[in-house]
């Protein structure tokens, strides 16, 4: 099993689409193995987004990331970060694949509601980054047997 962070952004939070985005999570088969609503400090954003610091838009990305509260969330699967990004489509909402996350909710590519880990060593820092180990939890959930085979 692999897992990857995923932060429901501002615009998310604000546009009130983070039930409707969970859900689509859910319902790929994924397992929600943790969940926290947090306002971010400064200081966590800047080192979540530290490889981007040379970047003309760092400073507008750590604007925003800190402008609201936003939802963390851990989920759990097969390939869950591969899986996540493809549900997310292309970062701009304007180039989105339509049945895509961004796609069928995104016209910008500033505000694109999700962000998703891009690899294994990301996911490790960012869940770590935001989480506790405490925070975490495994668990089997009856229909899991139906959604993956071994």
Known sequence: MERTLIIFKPDAMN????GRILTRFEEKGLRIV???L????RAQVEQHYAVHK???FYASLVEFMTAGPVILAVLEGPGAIAVVRNMLGATNGREAAPGTIRGDFGLDKRYNLVH???GPETARFEIDLFFKP???VSYARAPD??????
């Open 38 to 41: 947090q306002q971010s400090s």
């Open 15 to 18: 546009r009130m689409l983070v």
């Open 134 to 136: 405490e925070e975490l």
């Open 54 to 56: 040379q970047r003309p």
């Open 34 to 36: 943790g969940l926290k």
């Open 145 to 150: 047997r139906w959604i993956v085979s071994e």
């Open 116 to 118: 998703a880990s891009d």
